[in-house]
């Protein structure tokens, strides 16, 4: 199990490494996460929502994502209320404290996805949640020491040293778990370092004789990896404000307050040329090629806060002028003329007037669409060719109605037309085109970017570099024996780094 001294420290990075160095080995690997908090999710096979993070430790791993793989998803709705998807399917909407009240009723679910994972695989990775230190907390924990408890699991404590402070986030977490707990910690990993290992060298030997457990690896900062984030406060350290001019293309994305699938656009971000942006001030998409409405999980409410901000003027002069705009499930559904939410679904009853800039009308309903889609272009935009064949999908549980006449964008393979388009303004309800290499090169072509720029790395390759820097800094041989029989197909990797 993989726990951090706080949020953000690399949790999810750590899991998804040892994932992809577990199969490189020839073992059957699988991620769990018991309780994730993220409006990144992805869909699997079978139609359920998860973590997204879980999804990409899954594909490191070279399997299919299952909801097993996380049971419970918290999607924040508000400052502190969430819809609670158990095993893929949401369960209900609850504020924080109904929701600590219901939560170890929830220890059950985890413990049979648990069980079904170790049944089928060789080790099964898992990854805690913020901290297991939060001692106001602990008594209805079902993500960290509870889970680690429950199937015996040596725990591996990651702390960031790039923030400051780390061995006293090592030595601070230890003193606040109980001794069953602390007893599971088998070792430490100091993230994100930058500089020469031998300056840490006595913090190492001070932090191990103070704690009693080893240190298991000094990880680099690993830069501009192409892997999915968790969490929307990475976009705290994305491009935003002006557009930059050594750009190809440049992507003004709005930054809504419950922005949600930004994933969408990681593999824009890691084109050659092209620049990605966050944005929260309108006058920010004036020289932007492209500007795109993204996912929300708050499709009213950031539609208020988008009219607070002058937003709304700035992109119907954009839609006039013939710019592009792109609008991806809630943001397409504000392009439309009205958001109707009869049951209450995203807060109060009530209607909205869209944008206006799409014929099209979005009703919110009580079940949630959750579905991989394979998808053929209607039409030729500047998002796509016509007969463009692509993959990707929804997670929505508005039904966007087109009104009679408006052109539609994609076929489904099931013959369910989606999507719409006017002038130089797109709507869509799916997630993860960008994903699709042919579809991405043709819009950054058709939007200006230079023909000369190389091709991006696949996520494979990008989760053979994560595995190649672990196995480099971590005592990979210690971290195997710790696993038992299965830990054997570790042996054959050692630290060059640390310890």
């Given at each position: 199990?993989?726990?951090?001294?706080?949020?953000?420290?690399?949790?999810s990075?750590?899991?998804?490494g040892?994932?992809?160095?577990?199969?490189r080995r020839?073992l059957r690997?699988?991620?769990f996460?018991?309780?994730n908090?993220?409006?990144?999710?992805?869909?699997?096979v079978d139609?359920?929502e998860i973590?997204?993070?879980?999804?990409?430790?899954?594909?490191?791993?070279?399997?299919?994502p299952?909801v097993?793989?996380?049971?419970?998803l918290l999607?924040?709705?508000?400052?502190a209320?969430s819809q609670v998807?158990?095993?893929?399917?949401?369960?209900a909407s609850?504020?924080a404290r109904?929701y600590?009240d219901r939560?170890?009723?929830?220890?059950?679910?985890?413990?049979?996805?648990?069980?079904?994972?170790?049944s089928?695989y060789?080790?099964?990775?898992?990854?805690?949640?913020?901290s297991?230190?939060e001692i106001?907390?602990?008594?209805?924990?079902?993500?960290?020491m509870?889970?680690a408890k429950m199937?015996?699991?040596?725990?591996?404590?990651?702390g960031?040293i790039d923030?400051g402070?780390v061995?006293?986030?090592?030595?601070?977490t230890?003193a606040?778990?109980?001794?069953?707990?602390?007893e599971?910690v088998?070792?430490?990993?100091?993230?994100?370092f930058?500089?020469?290992?031998?300056?840490?060298?006595?913090g190492?030997?001070m932090?191990e004789?103070?704690?009693?457990?080893?240190?298991l690896g000094?990880?680099?900062?690993?830069?501009d990896l192409?892997i999915?984030?968790?969490?929307?406060?990475?976009?705290?350290?994305?491009?935003?404000?002006?557009?930059?001019?050594?750009?190809?293309?440049?992507?003004?994305?709005?930054?809504?307050?419950?922005i949600?699938?930004?994933?969408?656009?990681?593999?824009?971000?890691?084109?050659?040329g092209?620049?990605?942006r966050y944005?929260?001030?309108?006058?920010?998409?004036?020289k932007?090629?492209l500007v795109v409405l993204?996912g929300t999980?708050?499709?009213r409410?950031?539609?208020?806060?988008?009219r607070?901000?002058?937003?709304d003027?700035?992109?119907?002069?954009?839609a006039?002028?013939?710019?592009?705009?792109?609008?991806v499930c809630g943001g397409?559904?504000?392009?439309?003329?009205?958001?109707d939410?009869?049951?209450?679904?995203?807060?109060?009853?009530?209607?909205?007037?869209?944008?206006g800039?799409?014929p099209v009308?979005?009703v919110f309903?009580?079940?949630?669409t959750t579905?991989r889609?394979r998808a053929?272009?209607l039409?030729a935009?500047f998002?796509?060719?016509a007969?463009e064949?692509?993959?990707?999908?929804e997670?929505?549980?508005?039904?966007?109605?087109a009104?009679?006449?408006?052109?539609r964008l994609?076929?489904?393979e099931d013959g369910h037309?989606?999507g719409t388009?006017h002038?130089?303004v797109?709507?869509t309800?799916?997630?993860?085109?960008?994903e699709n290499?042919?579809?991405?090169s043709?819009?950054?072509?058709?939007?200006?970017?230079?023909?000369?720029?190389r091709?991006?790395?696949s996520?494979?390759?990008?989760?053979?570099?994560?595995?190649?820097?672990?196995?480099?800094s971590l005592?990979?041989?210690?971290?195997?024996?710790?696993?038992?029989?299965?830990?054997?197909?570790?042996?054959r990797?050692?630290?060059?780094?640390?310890?």
């Amino acid at each position: 199990m993989v726990q951090g001294c706080a949020s953000s420290v690399g949790k999810s990075l750590i899991a998804t490494g040892l994932c992809r160095i577990l199969h490189r080995r020839g073992l059957r690997v699988a991620p769990f996460k018991a309780q994730n908090m993220s409006l990144n999710s992805c869909v699997t096979v079978d139609g359920g929502e998860i973590g997204r993070a879980q999804a990409v430790q899954a594909e490191a791993a070279g399997i299919d994502p299952t909801v097993d793989m996380n049971p419970v998803l918290l999607k924040p709705e508000g400052e502190a209320r969430s819809q609670v998807v158990v095993l893929g399917r949401p369960m209900a909407s609850m504020d924080a404290r109904a929701y600590q009240d219901r939560k170890r009723s929830l220890s059950d679910v985890v413990r049979g996805s648990l069980e079904r994972l170790r049944s089928t695989y060789d080790v099964v990775v898992i990854e805690g949640a913020g901290s297991p230190a939060e001692i106001n907390l602990k008594g209805r924990d079902i993500v960290n020491m509870h889970v680690a408890k429950m199937v015996d699991a040596p725990v591996l404590l990651v702390g960031d040293i790039d923030r400051g402070g780390v061995f006293a986030h090592f030595v601070g977490t230890l003193a606040l778990l109980d001794p069953d707990e602390r007893e599971l910690v088998k070792g430490l990993i100091i993230n994100k370092f930058r500089g020469d290992v031998r300056l840490l060298e006595s913090g190492v030997r001070m932090i191990e004789e103070r704690t009693d457990v080893p240190v298991l690896g000094i990880v680099p900062y690993v830069r501009d990896l192409r892997i999915a984030d968790e969490d929307s406060v990475s976009l705290d350290h994305r491009k935003s404000g002006e557009s930059p001019r050594e750009a190809d293309v440049d992507v003004a994305v709005v930054r809504f307050p419950r922005i949600s699938n930004f994933d969408d656009f990681l593999a824009l971000e890691h084109e050659p040329g092209v620049a990605v942006r966050y944005v929260e001030a309108a006058d920010a998409l004036a020289k932007a090629d492209l500007v795109v409405l993204p996912g929300t999980k708050d499709t009213r409410g950031d539609l208020h806060w988008l009219r607070d901000r002058g937003f709304d003027v700035a992109l119907q002069e954009r839609a006039q002028s013939g710019a592009p705009i792109l609008g991806v499930c809630g943001g397409y559904q504000m392009l439309g003329t009205v958001i109707d939410d009869p049951h209450g679904v995203e807060g109060p009853q009530g209607s909205l007037e869209g944008l206006g800039l799409l014929p099209v009308r979005t009703v919110f309903r009580q079940d949630k669409t959750t579905v991989r889609v394979r998808a053929r272009a209607l039409a030729a935009t500047f998002l796509c060719r016509a007969d463009e064949s692509a993959t990707g999908y929804e997670i929505h549980m508005g039904d966007v109605v087109a009104e009679a006449g408006a052109p539609r964008l994609f076929e489904h393979e099931d013959g369910h037309h989606e999507g719409t388009w006017h002038g130089s303004v797109v709507g869509t309800l799916l997630h993860g085109l960008f994903e699709n290499d042919d579809l991405r090169s043709g819009l950054l072509d058709r939007l200006g970017r230079a023909r000369t720029a190389r091709p991006i790395a696949s996520p494979h390759a990008e989760y053979d570099r994560l595995a190649d820097a672990l196995e480099q800094s971590l005592a990979i041989d210690r971290i195997g024996a710790l696993l038992g029989p299965a830990g054997a197909m570790l042996a054959r990797g050692t630290s060059e780094v640390w310890p």
